[in-house]
Every structure is written in structure tokens, then in C-alpha cells.
Nanobody, 129 residues
Framework: VQLQASGGGLVQPGGSLRLSCAAS????????IGWFRQAPGKEREWVSY????????KYRDSVKGRFTISRDNAENTVYLQMNSLKPEDTAVYYC???????????????????????WGQGTQVTVSS
């Protein structure tokens, strides 16, 4: 599966953006998707996760209540709606996929970038006044 992330841009604090992760080469039904971000000089960190079919959604604490992950399997796309953006949300955002056949059962496995097999190219999000 190939992933294409898009939707980033420059937004003022308090603003909103919707990121898209479009898949090609395979149907997205077969994959769980994670969003990660990487700020300059920092490690890539997990942001959000959505399971393949049973609707499980997870968020890192700092984005809970502000970000919403969703998927439209008919469009073969996963979205990350980001509201009330803060300067500390500034980063390159990446989507990543792992086959539902490889999903683990131990706690918080989905936060580890090493668990994902496919990555999009990243989209820049800059929150600044």
C-alpha cells in the first residue's frame, strides 16, 4: 500500500486543519492507521490511531479533545481533524499503516513507530501568529 499525506499548512493559534492520508495499491480496510509527527530536533512521536474495522480510536494526551481521527474506507482515506491548534503542534505529520493481520495485543503497541510497515511522505503543519 502507498500512502499520501496532505492538508498541512500555516494556521494561526486556535485555528483548524484537516489532514488526509490517501491510500493506493490496496484497500484501506485491511490496515490500521497511525498518525505521527516530528518537530525539528525532536523524535517522531505518535499522535493518533484508528483500527482497521472495529472503530477503535486512540489519542495522545496532549491532543485529546482537539484532534479527531476518522476513516472513509469507500474513499480509501483516513483523516485527522485538528482543532484549537497550538504552536506546539507545529511539526511534519506522517501517516503510517500496518496490516490488520499484524496488529498486536499488548498495551499501547500502536504508539511505537516500529510497528508500522508503510509510511506516507509527511505534510508540514505550522501553527504561528
Amino acid at each position: 500500500v502507498q500512502l499520501q499525506a496532505s492538508g498541512g499548512g500555516l494556521v494561526q493559534p486556535g485555528g483548524s486543519l484537516r489532514l488526509s492520508c490517501a491510500a493506493s495499491g490496496s484497500t484501506l480496510d485491511y490496515y490500521a492507521i497511525g498518525w505521527f509527527r516530528q518537530a525539528p530536533g525532536k523524535e517522531r512521536e505518535w499522535v493518533s490511531y484508528i483500527s482497521g474495522s472495529d472503530g477503535v480510536r486512540k489519542y495522545r494526551d496532549s491532543v485529546k479533545g482537539r484532534f479527531t481521527i476518522s476513516r472513509d474506507n469507500a474513499e480509501n482515506t483516513v483523516y485527522l481533524q485538528m482543532n484549537s491548534l497550538k504552536p506546539e503542534d507545529t511539526a511534519v505529520y506522517y501517516c503510517a499503516a500496518v496490516s490488520v493481520m499484524r496488529v498486536k495485543t499488548f498495551s499501547n503497541w500502536y504508539t511505537d513507530k516500529r510497528e508500522y510497515d508503510y509510511w506516507g511522505q509527511g505534510t508540514q503543519v505550522t501553527v504561528s501568529s
